[in-house]
Each structure stands twice: as C-alpha cells, then as structure tokens.
C-alpha cells in the first residue's frame, strides 16, 4: 500500500467517509427522533442520489449541521475533507476538496471522487 493510501485510510478522506457513513446510519436508526426515516441532506424533502450541482435534481449533500446538532458528529467541523462550498453547514477552515452527499442506496460518496494524495 502506498503511503498516500495508507494516510487516506487512517486519516484521510476515507476516514472521513467511514465516520460519515455511521453518523448516517445512526441518524437514519433513531426513528423516534423524526418521523419518516429521512436523510440528513441539506434538500428539505430528504432526497438522495445525484446532487443537484452533478445534474441531478436535488441537493443529497450530507447536512453538517444536523448531525452535529444531534451528537452524531463531534461539530460541524469535524469532517476536515468537506468542501463547505458544496456542504453548506460544514464549518471546517480551510474548506476541503470533497462534497459528501448520499447516494440512492443511502452510501455516502464524494463530489469529485477520492483522489489518492487529495487531502482535506
């Protein structure tokens, strides 16, 4: 494994990946703090799939702050690869190079795709 590789999967934006993939699982299995299951997204009707700045028709970023609010992140800047411009309720300073958004089979994916040696 190269060490690009290896810093992305201990520290990087897999990591990142890995830590935002449970905080939506955790959110979406505390069904009695919202009712209708949704996505932490930053669209209010909770869609998923292709984000609207890819062409879709919705915006599936992950919402930041909701997960924060609820304990599901540590903060809002916690996840130092998110792009803010693209994660709107993501504080982290500098800004990341990734947009995390959810995809239609509830995995968390990045806008653009991970890149060996791109970090945050």
Do not use: H
């Not at 830590?19 to 009695?32: D, E, H, I, K």
């Not at 997204?41 to 292709?50: I, M, P, Q, S």
């Amino acid at each position: 494994m190269s060490q690009d590789m290896y810093l992305a999967e201990k520290s990087g934006p897999m990591a990142d990946q890995r830590s935002l993939q449970a905080a939506v699982n955790s959110w979406r299995t505390n069904v009695g703090a919202r009712t209708g299951n949704p996505f932490p997204v930053l669209d209010n009707t909770g869609c998923v799939g292709t984000p609207t700045t890819l062409g879709g028709s919705c915006n599936s970023f992950v919402n930041m702050a909701a997960l924060s609010d609820e304990n599901y992140l540590p903060g809002t800047a916690s996840v130092k690869s998110a792009d803010p411009n693209k994660n709107t309720t993501a504080t982290n300073t500098p800004g990341g190079s990734y947009g995390w958004y959810i995809d239609s089979t509830g995995l968390i994916r990045s806008d653009p795709p991970f890149v060996a040696g791109r970090y945050p």
